[in-house]
């Protein structure tokens, strides 16, 4: 697992001795950042259920004005700051140790809005529906900005049943056993895919 590109490209990242993480694929990882190309610049990035933080990092690489990662576990958010350190890029960044519910949860403040945000949970516990769900109702994601939800293909019913009133999904691309799902502002009746470009 590493940096892909940007300016600590070629950097290995550190991965926890637990189960429960899962890091997107280096391949997966390029591919999502060649669809979101210049928007990163100058971008506010959460990386929620952050885990080794290899996308957050991904984003700071790439000039990502700052990200905030949310990551539940001790033992795997030590092992994000460890990943912080060794890329150089702590100082834009933020690690909460918490709970992403309770931080979606919270009110927007002051540079509590984010342009680009990526919500990839554990897999086969309905979190990635949740998540969404939570973020529809929360005032996070930055005029003109995108979420990102990264699932297990056989998750897709989940999310295929919400009725969302803010977010509506402008976009997917598969990769193996990886599925991307983004979604922008825009009220949307039927929640059905629309066509728009990134």
């Known amino acids: 697992m590493r940096i892909v590109g940007g300016e600590a490209k070629g950097r290995r990242l550190k991965h926890p001795k637990t189960m429960g993480t899962r890091p997107v694929i280096d391949r997966v990882k390029t591919a999502l950042f060649d669809i979101l190309g210049e928007d990163v610049e100058g971008a506010r990035f959460l990386d929620l259920f952050a885990g080794t933080g290899s996308v957050g990092l991904e984003a700071l690489s790439r000039g990502a004005e700052h990200a905030t990662f949310i990551e539940i576990s001790y033992q795997v958010a030590a092992v994000l700051r460890e990943n912080l350190r060794i890329t150089e890029l702590a100082e834009r960044a933020e690690v909460i140790r918490g709970d992403a519910f309770r931080f979606l949860e919270q009110p927007a403040t002051e540079g509590r809005q984010y342009e680009i945000i990526y919500?990839?949970?554990?897999?086969?516990?309905?979190?990635?529906?949740?998540?969404?769900?939570?973020?529809?109702?929360?005032?996070?994601?930055?005029?003109?900005?995108?979420?990102?939800?990264?699932?297990?293909?056989k998750e897709r019913g989940d999310l295929d049943q919400l009725v969302l009133q803010h977010l509506r999904q402008v976009d997917e691309r598969?990769?193996?056993?990886t599925l991307l799902l983004f979604y922008k502002e825009g009220q949307s009746q039927s929640n059905e895919k629309e066509d728009d470009s990134l």
């Open 119 to 153: 919500i990839a949970p554990p897999q086969y516990q309905h979190l990635a529906a949740k998540a969404l769900a939570s973020l529809d109702a929360a005032s996070l994601l930055a005029p003109g900005g995108l979420a990102v939800v990264q699932i297990f293909p």
């Open 174 to 177: 598969r990769y193996g056993s």
